[in-house]
């Protein structure tokens, strides 16, 4: 009896090592289903907020005791540094200022950046190599203490410079990967996902205008669209005053400003300024949205726009569009050549990336966004108000010689707006040797001296080098209205005293500018489509 007892002991103490050896075999890592919520963000943004991080751990530890150890998982924002850094005020409210490591127990209260079940509340972010990381350490897990199955921990609020990323280019995307120090304390399906997708978020049309300078009216649409339906954001920082308070805010993150919106006007006229107006309303999807002005520079040439809206969830449901039309009383003319040209329009998101400026200082979103069209759309155009004269016929030639004469009639009883300016006299050079109308090479160009208001210019044919022994017509662009011309023909020139003369008025043409909606097709007092269609023609005498 005693020997047998004392076998049964021994045998069930066997059993009972094998038991307890066969539980320490079946122990396994925690293991996670991993979900990402992508956000789309800018490509060309330097701080924008990437999607959260979920991470669920599964139901295989209710049957298979989940034993783990302590240690720390990250999460790696691949080739996409990180801008900001973890929250320490505010966190688990709208105006959070970083980034939260958070856990949710199946039944229990949501705790960020601190000690709980899982989580140690040690949390770091690191840049290496172009790539941030968020690392946060675990605590061990034993085999009588299971992790709840739907125990959730989640990364959230992590901004990225994209457009140093992968993603710079519209279209890609930012994705993190999920590690673990050591490899044994959990495992994650997936081990990857996507956490954003950028694109351009902002798109820009220019409706050009162009003025003449005696008739200043002229239209300019400036239309900006958000790129996609969460481009542009307002984390309620009134640097316009705007008296809004926006519902439904986006949590900060560290973010401390509104989306701008910068436009360039390039080779704006020197004498050209443009008063951009003050407030625009979203004329797109009706959020009641708005553009606000920060600045601009004292030429008008640069104008910088701050986003408001009084509801980010309705602005984040539709893609949203601004049309800032400037009219004749928004832009100032100087009266003077400095007025003509041709200028360009471009416009950017702003503000721009401070290099010099440190982690904690930096304006955020900001952007590294290239003025874009490129090359820039056509913006204005301002033509000089001119007097075109045609002398049908002059001649230096045969004893013949043509004496000219110009004009500046600006300055008379009428008050009217003395002007200044040059002619270009334009000879059109016929053969002289025969009377059958053939051409010669031409034209043949003079321009003369500034021709104040209320004087005449005068010279001949023979008295102009260019001009001697020729015979043609002339056309001359004068730079300034009511221009007159006056032509008067003499015989035995070098030859003797003139026996004969006779004279003629310069015939005026409509200025060209004016009526360019003719060569457009347009029928000027029908449609008034064109950009000088129903100005008035000023002197078009007719031909």
Known sequence: MTSSKRFSMALAALVLVVLTGAGSAFAQSIPFNVLTTPTD??????????????MNADITCLFTPCNAPAGSIKVKYVGTEIDNTIATANIGTLTTNGIEVCETPPAGATTCNVAGFYLTGAVTVTNSGGEGTVSFSVNAVAVGVPM???YQVVVRGVRGIIAESPGANAGGSIVSQLTTSPSTIAGFQPTTEVVARTNDPLEVEIEPGTLIQCDPNVEIVVILTEGFNTAWVDHEILEADDGDITLNVRPLFGGRNNSHINIVITDLPVGVEIDWPNTITESGAGTGAHLYIIDQSSNGDEVEYLFATPDQGASDNDVEEFEIVLDEGDIDLSGTPDDFGSSTGQAQMYPPDDEDATNSNED???????LENDPGDDFLTVAACTTNLLFPWVANFAGLDTGLAISNTSDDPYNTDPQTGTCEVNLYPTDTTTNN????????TITTSSIAPGSVWRSTMSGQTAFR???GYIIAICQFQYGHGFAFFTDNFGVGSPATAQGYLALIIPDPEITKCIADGNDRAATLDGPYCGAPSGEGLGQ
């Open 437 to 444: 109308g053939v051409a010669l090479t031409g034209p043949v």
């Open 41 to 54: 963000v800018a490509n060309t943004g330097m701080s924008e907020v990437l999607g959260q991080v979920t």
């Open 469 to 471: 022994s020729k015979a």
């Open 148 to 150: 709840p199955p739907g």
């Open 364 to 370: 955020r979103p900001r952007y590294d966004h290239d």
